[in-house]
């Protein structure tokens, strides 16, 4: 059995890499995937996606088949779009809301694409 170089956990056979490192590293490069996008939306270029089910509208990510609040958009959900103003995220799911007004701060923080 192999060690993981940068956690030292045991990987199994016939795995060849770490499952949490290898998770880790997904979910970095899926949050680096919605800078750009946010912050074409922030600049009122682009529109959020949304998914509605059972009722609830959630905010899509970019790039993945997730909604923000970390549901995997399946291919009956009702689509919608919405442009980005505070007041018009009142009928979002509030995960998906709470995250995207985080991710939108950070967005901003970064450097222009």
């Not at 680096?32 to 905010?59: N, S, Y």
């Not at 609040?69 to 505070?86: A, N, P, Q, T």
Request: overall charge positive; glycine content about 6%; hydrophobic content about 40%.
């Amino acid at each position: 059995m192999n060690l993981c170089d940068k956690c030292r956990c045991p990987i199994p056979e016939p795995l060849v890499a770490c499952m949490a490192c290898a998770l880790k590293a997904s979910e970095a490069e899926t949050k680096r995937q919605q800078i750009e996008p946010l912050q074409m939306i922030a600049a009122g270029k682009a529109d959020f996606l949304t998914r509605t089910a059972h009722g609830v509208r959630h905010l899509k990510m970019f790039s993945v088949d997730l909604t923000f609040c970390g549901k995997g958009v399946e291919g009956h959900w009702r689509r919608g779009v919405l442009d980005y103003r505070i007041d018009t995220l009142d009928g979002i799911c509030s995960k998906c809301r709470d995250l995207v007004e985080l991710a939108m701060k950070e967005a901003a923080a970064c450097p222009k694409q």
